[in-house]
């Protein structure tokens, strides 16, 4: 009975982890958009970098408390890395900014055909009726609701499909690297935080700036709009202890 009740407790902690990100996941989407459209933070760039710089020294942490191990990336393998992975989420943060959650959620929904693709051509995986049937039905409710969300406008769309790609293209990277170089997940990102912390935030306010004719060191740091950063920053911990 010892070894059962072992098991249960420790599926009904890693169910109640997977709903309570699932449940932040989706509420860190809403403040983002609230960040952005209500508070006028409209500096994803900068954004994604302070989101790197809190998950550095979250790795940090994990380093010292012996979750992530030495392991070995090399430069170039790191850098290709950093590139699809920064076009990723500025790509995902601006694709929020300028189009509605829906739509944004939506197009989250095509990485699953673009993933496939990518599978397809890089690694010859074929998949079974089944699946192509229903990657299908997910590119047909991507269709309809792409022309029925009147929010959508030309650089959202842009900035999605951006997005879509780029972030296809990190999640094959991630494999790939951890396969090839086997590497954990935290091991991985203790290689490519700190890059992407210093290379978003340098270049995070210009890119800003051109982007939203804003400058960040403008913008009006009152309560409210700190709240909704430190609840971003909440999830970020949560993701990386579970």
Not at 109 to 117: K, Q, T
Not at 207 to 235: E, Q
Request: net charge positive; with cysteine; charged share 10%.
């Amino acid at each position: 009975m010892a070894p059962s009740s072992k098991a249960e407790k420790k599926a009904a902690v890693d169910a109640a982890a997977w709903m309570f990100n699932v449940v932040t996941s989706v509420g860190i989407i809403i403040v983002n958009k609230a960040l952005m459209a209500t508070y006028g933070f409209s500096f994803a760039t900068t954004l994604t970098g302070l989101h790197f710089a809190t998950t550095t020294l979250m790795t940090v942490v994990l380093r010292w408390l012996g979750y992530i191990q030495p392991s070995h990336l090399p430069l170039p393998e790191l850098l290709k890395f950093v590139l699809f992975a920064n076009f990723s989420i500025v790509g995902m943060n601006v694709s929020l900014m300028w189009n509605s959650v829906g739509f944004y959620q939506i197009a989250k929904l095509s990485m699953i055909p673009v993933s496939c693709l990518l599978e397809v051509v890089f690694d010859k995986i074929r998949y079974s009726r089944d699946t192509k049937l229903g990657i299908v039905v997910v590119l047909l409710g991507v269709a309809v609701c792409t022309v029925t969300d009147v929010s959508v406008n030309a650089k959202g769309f842009i900035a999605a499909f951006i997005a879509v790609w780029s972030t296809s293209l990190q999640q094959y990277y991630v494999h790939y690297l951890q396969r090839n170089y086997s590497l954990s997940s935290f091991n991985l990102l203790g290689h490519t935080a700190p890059v992407q912390a210093a290379s978003l935030l340098l270049l995070g306010p210009f890119l800003d700036y051109w982007l939203t004719n804003k400058r960040v060191d403008a913008f009006d740091f009152n309560i409210p709009s700190m709240v909704s950063v430190s609840a971003r920053y909440g999830h970020i911990f949560f993701v990386l202890i579970f």
